[in-house]
Every structure is written in structure tokens, then in C-alpha cells.
């Protein structure tokens, strides 16, 4: 069984940044592909960003720039940089986590942009 817990998230201001994290831990063998995905109220789950196991990054093209994916593996952790965030960017963000051939999902944490 594995276990994804993201920490980081909160209320910022518009233009701010926040960083998340999000460490794996419990059975894990070869972790390939780490993410981040978020959803706002009323709205589709949707890619902010990946990476693959060897550190090549993807980004949803409304976040390109603004954003930034890494990931230690000796940590089994992926790190979410915003920068310039808008309040659009306001919803729950969760980490996804491809080991082997299975799937993960962390629970979420909020991220809120407001004055």
C-alpha cells in the first residue's frame, strides 16, 4: 500500500507563490511518473505538471512559467513551485504517483489565491 500526503497549500495573495510537496511512502518498488494535478469547484480535474523518472518535466500550457516540477527520488517526494499566482489557480491540488503499473492519488491540498 502507498501513501501520498501534499503539505504546502494555503491562502496566498495574487502574484504570490506557494511550494508543495508531496512525499510517497509504504510499498514502493520503481517510482515512474510524478504530477500534479488540481481541480477547481465545478470543473474537471486537470494536469499542472509532470515529470518522469529520469526529471523531464511537462507542463499544462496555461501554467508554463509560472511553475516549476522537481523531484527527489531518494525522498520519494515531487515539489510543486508556483510563482505569479492568479486567482484563477484557486482549487485543490493533488500529487499522482505511477508505480509500476499502478496509480495514486494524494488527497489534496487547497491552494487559494485572494487579496
Known amino acids: 500500500q502507498v501513501q501520498l500526503v501534499e503539505s504546502g497549500g494555503g491562502l496566498v495573495q495574487p502574484g504570490g507563490s506557494l511550494r508543495l510537496s508531496c512525499a510517497a511512502s509504504?510499498?514502493?518498488?520503481?517510482?515512474?511518473?510524478m504530477g500534479w494535478y488540481r481541480q477547481a469547484p465545478g470543473k474537471q480535474r486537470e494536469l499542472v505538471a509532470a515529470?518522469?523518472?529520469?526529471?523531464?518535466?511537462n507542463y499544462a500550457d496555461s501554467m508554463k512559467g509560472r511553475v516549476t516540477i522537481s523531484r527527489d527520488n531518494a525522498k520519494n517526494t515531487v515539489y510543486l513551485q508556483m510563482r505569479t499566482l492568479k486567482p484563477e489557480d484557486t482549487a485543490v491540488y493533488y500529487c499522482?504517483?505511477?508505480?509500476?503499473?499502478?496509480?495514486?492519488w494524494g488527497r489534496g491540498t487547497q491552494v487559494t489565491v485572494s487579496a
Open positions: 499522482k504517483v505511477g508505480i509500476l503499473s499502478s496509480v495514486y
Open positions: 509504504g510499498s514502493i518498488a520503481v517510482i515512474w511518473t
Open positions: 515529470i518522469t523518472s529520469t526529471g523531464s518535466p
